[in-house]
């Protein structure tokens, strides 16, 4: 895309019976009947040599909740309106988007 690169990313986290301080080298097992919170992050980037974001959406809502139908569709509109930043209408000319006359003397 030459308004820039478009990065869309799910993740479902697992509550764990882990310390928060503890090594990462232990096995940690998940906790049964726990919050498991459905995490949504969009990003634009620019296609500069050094990346600058032009827009961003990210959430983490509880996977159990009532709503969560109308969640999901609202982060595909948030995401929907991340994946568009940077993309100019005027950049791109298509046959019929102008139209000219010419006055003619009488």
Do not use: W
């Not at 040599?49 to 032009?54: E, N, T």
Request: proline letters at 5%.
């Amino acid at each position: 895309d030459p308004s820039g690169t478009f990065v869309q990313l799910r993740v479902n986290l697992v509550q764990t019976n882990c310390r928060k301080r503890a090594q990462r080298t232990q096995n940690c097992k998940a906790v049964e009947n726990r919050r498991r919170p459905a995490c949504l992050a969009c990003y634009k980037f620019d296609n500069s040599d050094v990346p600058k974001v032009l827009d961003k959406y990210h959430n983490c809502g509880p996977s159990h909740h009532l709503a969560v139908k109308e969640i999901k569709q609202r982060d595909e509109a948030e995401c929907r309106a991340v994946e568009e930043a940077g993309k100019s209408t005027d950049a791109l000319y298509l046959p019929g988007m102008f139209a000219f006359s010419r006055a003619y003397q009488a």
